[in-house]
C-alpha cells in the first residue's frame, strides 16, 4: 500500500537537509524515462516516499507499456482476422489507468484497474480460446498474484488472488465441460486434479509475495524509525553546536568545508569580508602564506596527530585570540578522511593574564621598592644617629676654641712685647713681670688639656665620620642590581644587616643574641637575602616594641640541616606573637597587623625566598609569646666552610 506523503519530500526525492551548516548532495536530475513516468503522477505521489514512488512508477510504466501494445494490436486487427473490440477494451482500461494515477493520493486505485484490465484480457483469451489452452496452467498466471501484492498490498492482494483461482481453476473447468469446444476430448478428473494444484499454486504465489511484501514494510518500518531518531539527533546535536559560541568547522582531506555553525561563518565574513562557502577550502580568501601554513597544518593532523595551537586576529581594529583544536576524523580501518577545528575565544584570559602578569610586576616591583625604603630608612637612621654625635662633637669643639686660654697667652705675649727693652727689669722689678713667668706656665698647662680634649673630640668627630662612611659604602655595595650570584659569608651578611638596625636596638635597649654554627659559603643573590634579613629585622624590631615585656629580646641563629643539605637562618624575638589564625595568612599580599604597614614585606620575602629555591615559615606558641621566622635555603654549589662566630650578646 501507498503510504502518505511526506512533508520532507519533494518530487518524490529527499529535500536537502542541512546538518549544521552540511548539506546534503542535491538530487542529480532524473532520466528522461523517469521524467515522462512522473508526469501521469499525481502531486501526492510525486511526493511519496521513494520505495512509494518507484511502486507508482511502476503502475504508470506498466500500463504505458500495455497501452501502446493495445494501439499496436489494434494497427494490426485493420490487416488480420483478429477482433478489434479486444484491443479497444484493454486500451480503455490502460488508458483509465494513467488517468487515475493523475487524479489520485494513493496507488492504490490506479493498479486495482490495471490488474483487472491485464486480468480481463488473460481471462477473456483463455475462455475464448478454442484450443485446449489450460487458463490455471498458464505461465502468466504466476506473475498475477505477485503483481497484485506488490501493487495493492497483501490482503487486497490475497482477495484478488482468490478470485483469479476460483475463475481459473474453477468457472474455466465447468465452462470446458458445459460449454466448451464438442470435438474435444476431455477427461474431468485429470482436469480438476491440475486445476486444484493450480489454485494452490495461485495461494502459494500469494503467500511468497506477502512475505516479501511484510518483510520489506517491516524493514521500511525500522528504517523510518531509525530515520527519524537519526532527524531528532541530528536536530539535538545541530541545536547544541549552533547554540556554542566556538568554532566547528568539519572538512575533508582536501581542506574543503563540510560542516560548520554560525560562529565560524561570523568569523569567516569578519575575517576576509566574504561569507564561507561548504565545499570550498576554509581559508581560500587568505593570502597564499596562510593557505600554506594551514595546507602544512591539515597534511600533519591528516597523518594522525592532533594540534592545538593560539593564534592572534585582527578583525576590525579588534584583537582577537583563538585557542585552536585540530582532531583527524577516522573511519573504520583507522583511515583519516577529514580533519575538525574547534575555535575557543580565550581574548578576555589573555587579557586577564596580561594584566595579572602586569600587577605581579608591580607588585614585585613596590615590594623591592619597599625593601629598598627598609634599607634606605635603616641607613638613614643610623647616619642621621650618627651625624647627631658630629653635631654634639663639633659643638664641643666651636665651645672649648671660644673659651679657649690662648687669648691669656696674647695678652701676656703683648707684655713681653712692650717691654722688649728693659725686659729683665721688668721681669725682675716690675709686678707684674715677676707673676709672668707663673702665668705662662699655668697657661700652657691649660692649653695643653685643652689640647688634648680637643684631639678626643676630633678623634670621636672623625669615627662618627668614618661609621657614616662605612654606612655609606655598604650601602652602595649591596644597592647593585639583583640577580647577580655570588659567595656569600652568611654570618657577614647577618651582621652587616645588624649593623644597619643596630641603633635602633640600642635605644630600644633590645638585646640581640647571636648562634653561629659553621655553615659554608653559599651561592645566592646577596640583594635578595639581604632584602629579606632586613624584612625579618624590621618585623622583629616592630614586635618588640609593641611588647610591654623589659626583656625584649632578638636571636639570630645559622645552621645546616642534619642530613647536610638546607641551610636554616632562624629570626626569633619574644615579642607580641602571632594569633594562630593569622599564622595561614602571614604571607598573603596585603595582610598586616600594623597599624601602619602595607603587607608587602613578608610578601615579598616568602616570593623571594621561592625565587632562590628557598621557602620562608613562620611559628609562634600564641599572643605574648614571640614568634619565629625561619628561612631555608638549598645548599647547592656552595663554597668552603666560613669560620664560625663566637656566640655574643649585647
Known amino acids: 500500500m501507498a503510504t502518505p506523503p511526506s512533508a520532507e519530500t519533494s518530487q518524490g526525492l529527499p529535500r536537502p537537509v542541512e546538518l549544521h551548516g552540511v548539506a546534503s548532495p542535491r538530487p542529480r536530475s532524473s532520466p528522461g524515462l523517469v521524467r515522462f513516468l512522473d508526469f501521469f503522477l499525481s502531486e501526492p505521489l510525486r511526493n511519496a516516499e521513494p520505495s512509494d514512488l518507484v511502486r507508482h512508477r511502476v503502475v504508470v510504466g506498466s500500463a504505458c507499456f500495455m497501452l501502446a501494445f493495445s494501439v499496436l494490436y489494434m494497427v494490426a486487427s485493420l490487416f488480420s482476422p483478429f477482433p478489434i473490440s479486444a484491443g479497444l477494451v484493454a486500451g480503455a482500461g490502460y488508458f483509465a489507468t494513467l488517468w487515475s494515477a493523475r487524479r489520485a493520493t494513493t496507488s492504490v486505485t490506479p493498479g486495482l484497474i490495471l ?34 501484492v506488490y501493487l495493492l498490498g497483501p490482503r487486497r492482494g490475497f482477495i484478488y488472488t482468490l478470485l483469479l483461482a476460483v475463475v481459473l481453476t474453477g468457472l474455466h473447468p465447468v465452462y470446458r465441460l458445459h460449454l466448451g469446444i464438442p470435438n474435444e476430448t476431455f477427461i474431468l478428473s485429470k482436469y480438476w486434479g491440475r486445476h486444484v494444484f493450480a489454485g494452490i499454486a495461485f495461494l502459494a504465489a500469494w503467500g511468497l509475495g506477502s512475505l516479501h511484501s511484510t518483510a520489506r514494510e517491516a524493514a521500511q518500518v525500522s528504517l523510518e524509525k531509525a530515520l527519524a531518531e537519526l532527524r531528532g539527533s541530528q536536530g539535538k546535536l545541530s541545536s547544541i553546536i549552533e547554540s556554542t559560541d ?81 582532531h583527524p576524523i577516522f573511519v573504520e580501518g583507522g583511515q583519516t578522511v577529514g580533519v575538525t577545528l574547534f575555535g575557543h575565544d580565550i581574548t578576555v584570559r589573555k587579557e586577564a593574564e596580561a594584566r595579572l602578569g602586569e600587577m605581579h610586576r608591580t607588585l614585585v616591583d613596590v615590594s623591592r621598592q619597599a625593601g629598598m625604603a627598609e634599607v634606605a630608612t635603616g641607613v638613614l637612621h643610623n647616619v642621621g644617629n650618627t ?64 689640647r688634648e680634649a680637643l684631639l678626643a673630640e676630633m678623634q670621636s668627630l672623625g669615627q662618627n665620620v668614618e661609621h657614616i662612611k662605612s654606612v655609606v659604602s655598604m650601602q652602595q655595595k649591596h644597592a647593585r642590581l639583583a640577580g647577580a650570584v655570588e659567595q656569600v659569608d652568611v654570618p657577614q651578611l ?28 653559599l651561592f645566592v643573590d646577596r640583594h635578595k637575602l639581604l632584602q629579606i634579613l632586613l624584612n625579618l629585622l624590621s618585623n622583629a624590631r616592630h614586635a618588640l616594641v609593641d611588647s610591654t615585656r623589659e626583656d625584649k629580646r632578638l636571636s639570630i641563629g645559622v645552621r645546616t640541616t642534619p642530613e647536610g643539605g638546607r641551610l636554616l637562618i632562624a629570626v626569633s624575638d619574644n615579642g607580641v606573637g602571632i594569633a594562630p589564625e593569622n599564622l595561614t595568612r602571614l604571607f598573603s599580599q596585603g595582610f598586616t597587623t600594623k597599624k601602619k604597614g602595607h603587607g608587602f614585606g613578608l610578601h615579598s620575602s616568602a616570593l623571594t625566598a621561592a625565587e632562590m629555591k628557598g621557602r620562608l615559615t613562620c611559628t609562634s606558641p600564641g599572643p605574648g609569646q614571640g614568634a619565629t621566622f625561619t628561612l631555608e635555603l638549598p645548599l647547592e654549589g656552595v663554597g668552603p666552610p666560613s669560620l664560625p662566630a663566637e656566640p655574643r650578646t649585647f
Do not use: C
Not at 246 to 254: A, K, Q, T
Not at 513 to 521: G, H, K, N, Q, W
Open 115 to 148: 490488474l483487472t484490465t491485464l486480468s480481463i484480457g488473460f481471462v477473456g483469451t483463455v475462455f475464448a480460446s478454442k484450443s485446449t489452452i489450460d487458463g490455471g496452467l498458464h505461465a502468466a498466471n504466476m506473475l498475477l498474484p505477485a503483481f497484485a
Open 246 to 326: 566556538d568554532l566547528v568547522v568539519s572538512m575533508d582531506g582536501e581542506g574543503r568545508v563540510l560542516a560548520t555553525n554560525s560562529a565560524s561563518r561570523h568569523f569567516h565574513q569578519r575575517l576576509f569580508g566574504k561569507g564561507l562557502e561548504l565545499g570550498q577550502p576554509f581559508f581560500r580568501h587568505g593570502t597564499p602564506e596562510l593557505n600554506e601554513l594551514w595546507r602544512s597544518r591539515l597534511a600533519q593532523v591528516l597523518q594522525g596527530q592532533r594540534l592545538r595551537l593560539e593564534e592572534t586576529y585582527q578583525l576590525g581594529g579588534a584583537r582577537l585570540v583563538l585557542d585552536i583544536s585540530l
Open 387 to 450: 651625624l647627631n654625635s658630629v653635631n654634639i662633637s663639633t659643638g664641643l669643639v666651636t665651645d672649648r676654641l671660644r673659651h679657649s686660654r690662648v687669648t691669656q697667652l696674647a695678652r701676656a705675649a703683648n707684655l713681653l712685647r712692650e717691654h722688649t727693652t728693659d725686659l729683665p727689669a721688668f721681669l725682675t722689678r716690675d709686678p707684674q713681670g715677676q707673676q709672668l713667668p707663673a702665668y705662662l706656665i699655668a697657661v700652657s698647662d691649660q692649653l695643653a688639656e685643652e
Open 494 to 521: 647577618i651582621d652587616e644587616a645588624l649593623r644597619l638596625h643596630a641603633v635602633s636596638f640600642e635605644r630600644q635597649h633590645i638585646r640581640l643574641v647571636r648562634d653561629y654554627t659553621e655553615v659554608p659559603l
